[in-house]
């Protein structure tokens, strides 16, 4: 979707949106409108009882007096809480609402708005941001589209006089840019991502000043990383490691790394998944497709920081060369891991993916991003991320950065009762513990490659990375989630 800005005249077709304070604050769009279509919007407010509680519509259709198509008023809720993610929601539910009309433009009057929480070019640039966030669509394999189900909406623009609207959005843009490409990586189908094409894709990030790097089998098998390549061994697919680097930042300052599970799909190897259902495990990947996009962002809006992006990418599938429960194997740490099940994977991937990342680049502070447990699921639903670590600092940062991105997160146990519950009996650990706590007992087995001075935490997004139901600015499907969060993160902890 194309998005504008204009201080010039509102046009004289398509929509008009004009956002509406419980207060009664209004933009001058409103009272131009209403003069032009002699009183028709008071009028309409008084004949529906119309009260602006925050995304509540009501639309004005062809008013005379102008040529517009119709006006449409949208709720905002009280001046005095409105807010930055506030305003990216009000965006995207326009959007929402608009793609189900055959409007082919429509322009937000925002001219004069502002609230106490964020100045007028903010709230302009956020307004534009929710809305873009909102468009997103994943129709590539639909070889036919019925007319009423394909939105004739493709321009809007952003009608306001504050001087930095524009500039204001241009970051955004460029880290709406990342959450897309999450998204369509989550979206993919597996016989299409898988992990060498996945590896191509990031290749195409140099294009924004990234360096990458793939390491392929043989590169691995000779580090010794024993527990990745473990779990891709019984595919067809030869499984990488992907290193995305962007040093925008101090030469020689330690980077912050990134780094995300990239299991392209999991049947759950020997350990089978059931049937219903396994078809979702195409975004098993959904960590190593947010580190992908936010390295994407942070890139595309020229971070002053370094950071390093680095995903494991397998597909687990059960064939004659398949893990199986009861194995031994080797990290690249040198420490040995008794496979008990294996569909919990992911943890053997990040095992090898986290160690290479700290041999390598030396980082002081490393976030693991991973869809990593049903459990998390069980305690969070689809509400939070969970976040595991014995930082306290971090962990702030974390939640900080969840908070102003609309990423949430929400802190879990990580004890050493924990890690007491993946002791083997003929190995160093073994990858699962009991029937309780398995997002905890997960975390602590990241641990275990997490090097002494390292500041880590480790991200549990099983139940972020996919939404079953459209919201304000995320339509069903591949949400983008940790796109906002880790760009946040850097942009707040590592950028001068």
């Known amino acids: 979707?194309?998005?504008?800005?204009?201080?010039?005249?509102?046009?004289?077709?398509?929509?008009?949106?004009?956002?509406?304070?419980?207060?009664?604050?209004?933009?001058?769009?409103?009272?131009?409108?209403?003069?032009?279509?002699?009183?028709?919007?008071?009028?309409?407010?008084?004949?529906?009882?119309?009260?602006?509680?925050?995304?509540?519509?009501?639309?004005?259709?062809?008013?005379?007096?102008?040529?517009?198509?119709?006006?449409?008023?949208?709720?905002?809720?009280?001046?005095?809480?409105?807010?930055?993610?506030?305003?990216?929601?009000?965006?995207?539910?326009?959007?929402?609402?608009?793609?189900?009309?055959?409007?082919?433009?429509?322009?937000?009057?925002?001219?004069?708005?502002?609230?106490?929480?964020?100045?007028?070019?903010?709230?302009?640039?956020?307004?534009?941001?929710?809305?873009?966030?909102?468009?997103?669509?994943?129709?590539?394999?639909?070889?036919?589209?019925?007319?009423?189900?394909?939105?004739?909406?493709?321009?809007?623009?952003?009608?306001?006089?504050?001087?930095?609207?524009?500039?204001?959005?241009?970051?955004?843009?460029?880290?709406?840019?990342?959450?897309?490409?999450?998204?369509?990586?989550?979206?993919?189908?597996?016989?299409?991502?898988?992990?060498?094409?996945?590896?191509?894709?990031?290749?195409?990030?140099t294009e924004l000043g990234i360096k990458v790097k793939v390491l392929g089998v043989p590169e691995m098998k000779k580090l010794g990383m024993g527990s990745l390549l473990g779990v891709g061994q019984g595919s067809e697919k030869p499984s990488r490691l992907v290193a995305m680097e962007w040093m925008g930042g101090k030469k020689g300052d330690a980077p912050v790394a990134l780094v995300g599970k990239g299991v392209t799909f999991d049947t759950g190897g020997i350990s089978l998944k059931p049937g219903p259902g396994m078809g979702d495990m195409k975004w098993d990947m959904g960590g190593a497709g947010a580190v992908t996009g936010a390295m994407a962002a942070i890139a595309g809006r020229k971070a002053k920081a370094n950071v390093v992006g680095v995903i494991g990418l397998v597909e687990n599938m059960p064939d004659g060369k398949a893990q199986r429960p009861g194995d031994v194997v080797k990290s690249m740490s040198g420490q040995t891991i008794e496979i008990l099940n294996t569909d919990a994977e992911g943890r053997l991937v990040l095992a090898d993916a986290l160690w290479w990342t700290q041999e390598t680049y030396k980082p002081e502070t490393v976030i693991d991003l991973a869809t990593l447990t049903g459990a998390i699921l069980v305690a969070l639903a689809h509400e939070f991320g969970g976040m595991?670590?014995?930082?306290?600092?971090?962990?702030?940062?974390?939640?900080?950065?969840?908070?102003?991105?609309?990423?949430?997160?929400?802190?879990?146990?990580?004890?050493?009762?924990?890690?007491?519950?993946?002791?083997?009996?003929?190995?160093?650990?073994?990858?699962?513990?009991?029937?309780?706590?398995?997002?905890?007992?997960?975390?602590?087995?990241?641990?275990?490659?997490?090097?002494?001075?390292?500041?880590?935490?480790?991200?549990?997004?099983a139940g972020m990375a996919w939404n079953e139901k459209d919201t304000p600015t995320i339509p069903k499907g591949g949400s983008g989630y940790g796109v906002r969060l880790l760009d946040e993160f850097v942009k707040a902890n590592f950028e001068g």
């Open 1 to 205: 979707m194309q998005v504008t800005f204009s201080t010039a005249a509102l046009p004289k077709t398509g929509a008009i949106i004009i956002p509406v304070f419980e207060d009664g604050k209004k933009a001058k769009a409103y009272q131009d409108i209403n003069a032009k279509t002699d009183g028709a919007l008071d009028r309409a407010i008084k004949a529906a009882g119309y009260k602006p509680k925050k995304g509540q519509f009501l639309e004005i259709v062809s008013p005379a007096g102008i040529g517009n198509g119709r006006v449409v008023l949208i709720g905002a809720g009280p001046t005095k809480d409105f807010s930055a993610l506030d305003a990216e929601a009000l965006g995207g539910r326009v959007i929402a609402r608009l793609q189900a009309s055959r409007e082919k433009t429509a322009v937000f009057a925002l001219d004069g708005l502002s609230a106490k929480k964020i100045d007028a070019g903010e709230l302009a640039a956020r307004i534009a941001h929710g809305a873009r966030m909102r468009s997103y669509r994943f129709d590539k394999y639909r070889t036919t589209v019925e007319k009423d189900d394909e939105p004739a909406l493709n321009k809007i623009a952003i009608h306001s006089s504050a001087a930095r609207a524009k500039a204001t959005f241009a970051p955004h843009e460029k880290i709406g840019d990342g959450v897309f490409l999450t998204r369509d990586l989550v979206s993919e189908p597996p016989n299409v991502l898988y992990p060498d094409s996945f590896a191509k894709r990031c290749q195409k990030l």
């Open 388 to 461: 595991f670590t014995k930082d306290d600092a971090l962990a702030k940062k974390l939640i900080t950065a969840g908070e102003a991105s609309g990423d949430k997160l929400w802190r879990m146990p990580l004890t050493k009762n924990h890690d007491d519950m993946i002791k083997s009996d003929i190995a160093d650990m073994q990858n699962i513990g009991g029937k309780g706590a398995g997002s905890s007992t997960a975390a602590a087995f990241l641990g275990r490659f997490i090097k002494d001075n390292v500041s880590w935490a480790h991200l549990d997004i």
